[in-house]
């Protein structure tokens, strides 16, 4: 039928695959680029170009002490983490001199990047302020007029300890201590960027607001620092892009992210990370729920060579409620290794984790998760459902679930479900009259559509498009 | 306690090959396994498997072992009560007693004898059936296992070996009584059961220990069950509240042979146990249903990995744990499909009631997948008593501890469904016995002439 031969050439055409759509790469002409590798005297110089207080100075020095110091994990992906060249990595490049508060302001090389990366025309339709990081700093910010009018802070990391320093110190690292892990400490170290967000009590800051975060050099590190606190009864929406030239060599992608979800307080913190597939992603991302507060993860992983993210929510105050819901998809050579952990601290508080996954060309995705559930925190609720679709032999599903459970007065329910597609959907679609490449793309895209249909409409749109692509001639 | 040096160990392992007057082969496997302990260091926490109990507790002072002159020859003791009751029914094909290190008595029904079945002590069969044991001892729970294999390998003292022969078909089941002797050397202990291709038999594995006071105890049980081989094995462990056990068990199960395997974890202090299939051959076959029910600070620790490794294997799990008073549970559960195992088809349930909130439950079951031709499905539940069930029994009259005993005893049911019926019967006893809520020292009373012998 010549309709389904249309979508089918569609579904081919889209993709000149990532190289062509995310994978270009700018010439490099940079303010300032650290020499390869991380020790205190880089660290030093993060710290002075940033002029910033004696205090981040000195954490960024302790952090580097603890990053050196602390053994890589043995757990997970061994045998890529192992592959990861320290030593090799620019951990600072400064594109520019300084941030553009309108888009002109932006040089041509990095505008014309975000411009075919489609940021501005995302802004213009829908967002109340957006931010773009290009390399280790934030290139260009800018946030509605209406917004800032309420108290709503929405900057750029460094800006925002400048211009918010009792605010940024009352809550950087508390969340995310430095020692928590030996790639949050080497965050801590090297930070740069990121967004810094407070949204003032009551204040419900409507549309979303986003950053979007590019890598460009290669052998880059980059290590973004997102901080936000929603004072009470406050609500925020926060969406993240991530893309990456492709090179050769391999980027290393280390940010941490803290939540801080003030009494009654509600968070969503949205994710589409497509970073291409010479890039580690491995990020650190939690969040404190106060009484009565809301944190939700909506976390899309589709690039990268490793990504290891494992969102957090501890529910810290009675009544608190989290709610994870995560997409994996791996293709030829990534392994996505990616979870949820949810630490209920307090009574009835409770959560909900909903993880897919596909596989795909060998591709090997996995699920970690922790439940915890500490003395006295009686009456908690907490759910778990991981389902993983395999797309062929070659590739591989893992289900790896923690539950420690220090209280009886709980209900606590886990489930996982791995299989392939059926053949009996096939031959359904197919006795319907479409192909098995558009078929295999329909019952993909029905797996996955209770994480789509939490996006913003655009980035539904694009999420489809990215699986399409990564769908590309399943068949065979 | 002392703990064995590397070269305690290879003493150990050379006194009981010469003590025991062992053939070379058998003392060779020990060196080499005492060579690989030297060279395996305790697991690492940093694994699953290890995350909750700390390895170190069940390191052995090997230093007792092989120091007890081989037993006189003399008459056999009494069969304990409930056994002595079963052979005079003809209820039982064979029964076997190991008692701390030494084979008390080992009897074979007449049947089973015509039949060419071998019940016997592992060292006596090592000697006169070599061709039998030799190619499988420490095949699947040897020295490179691990350290605890390793160490169980180099020192075991007392042991026991069953071999079905091709075909034959037990009626009645094998009764094996391990007694572990508090006070007494450490119990190294070591069963090899063989079932060739064709043959069918149940095996009640009963693990327990006659007198109070503290032991530590390393068990390893191998089983083969050859193509078309149909086993069971109901494994009941009772030991006192002294006894710290740590017991590896390993199945290899060939093309279409099926193993069921009934686990009622019922005491010890700490009790770890390793449970292994290798689902090796096409249309091979595991079940395990197991119930655990601890008090008083109890810690029970269960690890199942079952290894898809051919085609159109199938694997089905079910433990349920019930637990109050401090107790701890503890289950990490790993299916593997491998790449070549297309139609595998895996299940795995963990469901946990805690009876009190100082109880405390880990859970980890784990999927790794290597192929998509596969079904493959997991489920965790942790909960309390349902307070709406205990108000609804009570509202019919129930008094409140009956109404409890009796939501219990529900939810360890549909683990019991899963048995032979033969031996639902008398768990339920038991458990009724216990859940009822003293997990207390009623036992299944092998020795106590309770009349409550397994099946």
């Not at chain 1, 409620?321 to 995560?326: H, Q, R």
């Not at chain 2, 090592?126 to 039998?132: I, Q, Y």
Request: charged letters at 25%.
């Amino acid at each position: 039928m010549s309709g389904n031969a249309n979508e089918n050439r569609k579904a081919l055409s889209i993709g000149d695959d990532y190289a062509a759509r995310y994978g270009f790469s700018d010439p490099e002409a940079y303010f300032l680029k650290a020499k390869p590798g991380l020790d205190h005297e880089v660290v030093e110089m993060i710290s002075r170009l940033k002029q910033e207080p004696d205090w981040m100075r000195r954490v960024r020095h302790e952090a580097l002490d603890v990053f050196l110091a602390k053994p890589m994990p043995r757990w997970g992906d061994s045998a890529l983490l192992d592959g990861i060249r320290f030593d090799s990595i620019h951990y600072y490049i400064r594109p520019v001199e300084k941030t553009g508060r309108t888009w002109e302001e932006v040089p041509e090389g990095i505008k014309r990047t975000f411009d075919r990366l489609g940021i501005p025309e995302a802004e213009r339709k829908f967002l109340a302020g957006v931010s773009a990081q290009y390399e280790s700093e934030v290139v260009y910010h800018s946030m509605r007029e209406s917004l800032a009018r309420k108290g709503v802070v929405f900057l750029d990391m460094d800006s925002g300890l400048r211009e918010h320093p009792d605010l940024v110190r009352k809550h950087f690292g508390t969340v995310i201590p430095a020692a928590d892990n030996k790639f949050a400490a080497l965050n801590t170290a090297a930070w740069s960027g990121g967004s810094f967000i407070y949204v003032p009590p009551g204040v419900d800051v409507g549309i979303p607001l986003q950053a979007y975060f590019r890598i460009n050099a290669e052998r880059m590190g980059q290590f973004e620092r997102t901080l936000i606190v929603a004072d009470q009864g406050s609500r925020v929406h926060y969406i993240e892009g991530c893309t990456a030239p492709v090179y050769s060599s391999d980027s290393l992608h280390a940010a941490v992210v803290e939540l801080v979800a003030l009494e009654g307080a509600y968070i969503r913190y949205t994710t589409i990370q497509n970073w291409s597939k010479n890039v580690f992603n491995l990020v650190t991302k939690r969040a404190a729920a106060h009484r009565g507060a809301t944190v939700e993860w909506v976390d899309g992983n589709l690039g990268s060579k490793l990504t290891m993210k494992f969102p957090c929510v501890v529910l810290l105050g009675e009544g608190a409620k989290a709610e994870v819901l995560s997409v994996a998809f791996a293709g030829r050579d990534q392994h996505q290794d990616t979870g949820a952990k949810v630490i209920h601290a307090a009574p009835r508080t409770s959560s909900r984790i909903t993880s897919k996954s596909i596989s795909k060309d060998g591709g090997r995705a996995s699920y970690r998760g922790l439940v915890k559930v500490l003395p006295r925190a009686v009456g908690c609720k907490a759910s778990v459902e991981c389902d993983a679709l395999l797309l062929d032999p070659a590739s591989r599903s893992d289900t790896y679930p923690t539950m420690e459970i220090a209280e009886s007065d709980v209900r606590i329910e886990h489930e996982a479900r791995v299989s392939k597609v059926s053949e009996e959907q096939l031959f359904y679609l197919r006795s319907r009259g479409l192909s098995e490449d558009a078929a295999r793309l329909l019952i993909v895209n029905g797996f996955i559509e209770a994480f789509t249909k939490e996006l913003p409409m655009e980035y539904a749109v694009e999420l489809n498009r990215l699986v399409e692509l990564e769908m590309e001639g399943s068949v065979g | 306690m002392t703990i064995a040096t590397d070269a305690d160990l290879l003493a150990a392992a050379v006194r009981v090959g010469d003590v025991h007057d062992e053939p070379a082969w058998l003392r060779g496997l020990r060196a080499r396994a005492a060579e690989l302990h030297a060279a395996t260091p305790l697991p690492s926490r940093a694994v699953h498997l290890w995350r909750f109990t700390p390895p170190e507790t069940f390191e052995i002072d090997v230093s007792p072992l092989g120091r007890a002159a081989p037993p006189a020859p003399g008459g056999d003791p009494d069969w304990p009560a409930p056994v002595a009751a079963a052979w005079s029914r003809g209820a039982l094909d064979g029964a076997a007693w190991l008692r701390g290190p030494g084979v008390a008595r080992a009897d074979l029904g007449p049947d089973a004898a015509r039949a060419g079945v071998v019940l016997a002590g592992l060292r006596e069969a090592a000697a006169r059936h070599t061709g039998l044991v030799q190619p499988y001892l420490a095949a699947l729970a040897g020295p490179e296992e691990g350290r605890f294999e390793a160490l169980n390998t180099a020192a075991w003292e007392g042991g026991l070996f069953l071999f079905v022969p091709g075909g034959v078909r037990l009626a009645a089941p094998v009764h094996l009584l391990r007694e572990a002797l508090p006070g007494s050397a450490a119990a190294v202990t070591r069963l090899l059961l063989v079932v060739e291709e064709g043959a069918a038999v149940t095996v009640v594995d009963e693990a327990f220990s006659g007198a109070d006071g503290p032991a530590v105890v390393s068990a390893a049980v191998e089983l083969v069950a050859r193509a078309g081989a149909d086993v069971r094995v109901v494994s009941v462990q009772r030991y006192g509240a002294g006894v710290t056990a740590f017991e590896s068990r390993r199945a290899a199960v060939a093309a279409d042979a099926r193993l069921l395997h009934v686990q009622a974890s019922l005491g010890a202090g700490c009790f770890k146990m390793v449970h292994g299939v290798a689902l090796a051959g096409r249309g091979a076959e595991a079940r395990f249903t197991g119930v655990a029910v601890a008090d008083a600070a109890r810690v029970l620790d269960h690890h199942t990995a079952h290894e898809h490794e051919a085609p159109d294997t199938r694997s089905d799990l079910h433990l349920r744990v019930v637990l109050r008073d401090r107790a701890r549970s503890i289950y990490t559960g790993l299916i593997r499909v491998d790449g070549g195992a297309v139609n595998a088809d895996a299940y795995q349930e963990n469901r946990n009631l805690l009876l009190d909130p100082s109880a405390r439950v880990e859970s980890i079951p784990e999927l790794e997948i290597l192929t998509d031709a596969v079904r493959c499905t997991h489920g965790a539940t942790m909960g309390p008593v349902d307070p709406e069930q205990v108000h609804y029994l009570m509202a019919r009259g129930l008094p409140r501890e009956d109404a409890v005993r009796l939501i219990v005893a529900g939810f360890v049911e549909p683990a019991l469904a899963r048995m032979p019926e033969d031996v639902r019967g008398r768990l339920r006893e038991v458990l009724d016995g216990r859940l009822g809520l003293g997990v207390g020292d009623r036992t299944l009373g092998a020795e106590e002439g309770g009349g409550e012998e397994m099946v």
